[in-house]
T-cell receptor
Framework: QKEVEQDPGPLSVPEGAIVSLNCTYS??????FMWYRQYSRKGPELLMY????GNKEDGRFTAQVDKSSKYISLFIRDSQPSDSATYLC??????????FGTGTSLTVIP | NAGVMQNPRHLVRRRGQEARLRCSPM?????VYWYRQLPEEGLKFMVY????????ESGMPKERFSAEFPKEGPSILRIQQVVRGDSAAYFC?????????????FGPGTRLTVL
């Protein structure tokens, strides 16, 4: 079983739609949860992070963590064509490693 | 204010040759991580280094792969006797500390193609 599972998509939505991206994980030691955005041929960049269960909002982006279900989500409101990218969830615990999902490819159509 | 730098951005090697990938961390960062990204797969941790020390190499293949981060100069990921299966994007990340909650900043990657 993979440490982190993420639906690779691809996901295609019209501009202005609400996007929901999700990951599940198996390791209950994970405490730090992140979402990275990766544009084509670029390195990943950190979008949001959270330490605990609950919601964290930053502009159009909301990260949600449910530790009891081992499930994390990223919501994008009023999606824009510039949001088109691959979104990677990542998580870590007591060790040094970050564990990444496979990434979900998102296209926002104008 | 330069970010993480990697070179070369693209590297083509024939089977059996050596590949050397370089990573210069962000200014003030002394912790470096190497990841490999295969097509249709996520980033896979390979190795974590501090200056002159390998801290965690649990993700490194046992043979042909090695990494170093000398006191002076960039971190180097070295792949000897490359095979087609080594073709991938290799990303380097750096951070200020090695704590699990510390943000890792990624470079643009080196895309290795083995012919």
């Amino acid at each position: 079983q993979k440490e982190v599972e993420q639906d690779p998509g691809p996901l295609s939505v019209p501009e202005g739609a609400i996007v929901s991206l999700n990951c599940t994980y198996s390791n209950s030691a994970f405490q730090y949860f992140m979402w990275y955005r990766q544009y084509s041929r670029k390195g990943p960049e950190l979008l949001m992070y959270t330490y605990s269960s609950g919601n964290k909002e930053d502009g159009r982006f909301t990260a949600q963590v449910d530790k009891s279900s081992k499930y994390i989500s990223l919501f994008i409101r009023d999606s824009q064509p510039s949001d088109s990218a691959t979104y990677l969830c990542a998580m870590s615990g007591a060790g040094n490693q970050f564990y990444f999902g496979t990434g979900t490819s998102l296209t926002v159509i104008p | 204010n330069a970010g993480v730098m990697q070179n070369p951005r693209h590297l083509v090697r024939r089977r059996g040759q050596e590949a050397r990938l370089r990573c210069s961390p962000m200014k003030g960062h002394s912790h470096v991580y190497w990841y490999r990204q295969l097509p249709e797969e996520g980033l896979k941790f390979m190795v974590y280094l501090q200056k002159e020390n390998i801290i965690d190499e649990s993700g490194m293949p046992k043979e042909r792969f090695s990494a170093e981060f000398p006191k002076e100069g960039p971190s180097i990921l070295r792949i000897q006797q490359v095979v087609r299966g080594d073709s991938a994007a290799y990303f380097c990340a750096s951070s200020t500390t090695g704590a699990y909650y510390n943000e890792q900043f990624f470079g643009p990657g080196t895309r290795l193609t083995v012919l």
